[in-house]
T-cell receptor, first 111, second 115 residues
Framework: EDKVVQSPLSLVVHEGDTVTLNCSYEVTNFRSLLWYKQEKKAPTFLFMLTSSGIEKKSGRLSSILDKKELFSILNITATQTGDSAVYLCAVEAGSNYQLIWGAGTKLIIKP | EAGVVQSPRYKIIEKKQPVAFWCNPISGHNTLYWYRQNLGQGPELLIRYENEEAVDDSQLPKDRFSAERLKGVDSTLKIQPAELGDSAVYLC?????????????FGPGTRLTVL
């Protein structure tokens, strides 16, 4: 059975800290891995990763994929209170390009 | 450009009552998705439409859930009758095409509480 596991489930840090969120997966016919940020209701897209070892970067956020070890990390440097959210990882897989979602990591940034 | 619109934002009903959710996708997006998200979990796909055709409804509980996308634009998801376990956030998303190489855009969701 396809699965996506995120860790930690929750994380509390202080403003300015650097955090690393993890996403591991076991799927058939991997297509891509996506990271989303969910504040309140709607997930918003952060990154799509398809190739190993190529870092995607957007401001203080960056992500990289390891297709050999089947995981991805999302890094946030110099965290701000506005980074507080649930970060979701999803893997696109299979012949029907199904999205398999992780349970998310709840990140709380304390001022 | 307007995003995905959903209504209502919140709905509280008693069990066994019917309920309906409405979604208006981003203009020009052919693919529409309905997801259910339980607390502390990721979204779970219920149904995917390509224009007006439901191409993946394998996870839709068909005994009580139904959906339609008339004219390939707006969509409605219905539950009848609702059960306590249906309490969740129902998310609608749309994408230009499928596979969503430019990813899916989510609406704000409808939080359903069944009492």
């Amino acid at each position: 059975e396809d699965k996506v596991v995120q860790s930690p489930l929750s994380l509390v840090v202080h403003e300015g800290d650097t955090v690393t969120l993890n996403c591991s997966y076991e799927v058939t016919n991997f297509r891509s891995l996506l990271w989303y940020k969910q504040e309140k209701k709607a997930p918003t897209f952060l990154f799509m990763l398809t190739s190993s070892g190529i870092e995607k970067k957007s401001g203080r956020l960056s992500s990289i994929l390891d297709k050999k070890e089947l995981f991805s990390i999302l890094n946030i440097t110099a965290t701000q209170t506005g980074d507080s959210a649930v970060y979701l990882c999803a893997v696109e897989a299979g012949s029907n390009y199904q999205l398999i979602w992780g349970a998310g990591t709840k990140l709380i940034i304390k001022p | 450009e307007a995003g995905v619109v959903q209504s209502p934002r919140y709905k509280i009903i008693e069990k066994k009552q019917p309920v309906a959710f409405w979604c208006n996708p981003i203009s020009g997006h052919n693919t529409l998705y309905w997801y259910r998200q339980n607390l502390g979990q990721g979204p779970e796909l219920l149904i995917r439409y390509e224009n007006e055709e439901a191409v993946d409804d394998s996870q839709l509980p068909k005994d009580r859930f139904s959906a339609e996308r008339l004219k390939g634009v707006d969509s409605t998801l219905k539950i009848q009758p609702a059960e306590l376990g249906d309490s969740a956030v129902y998310l609608c998303a749309s994408s230009l095409e499928f596979p969503a190489t430019d990813t899916q855009y989510f609406g704000p969701g409808t939080r359903l509480t069944v009492l």
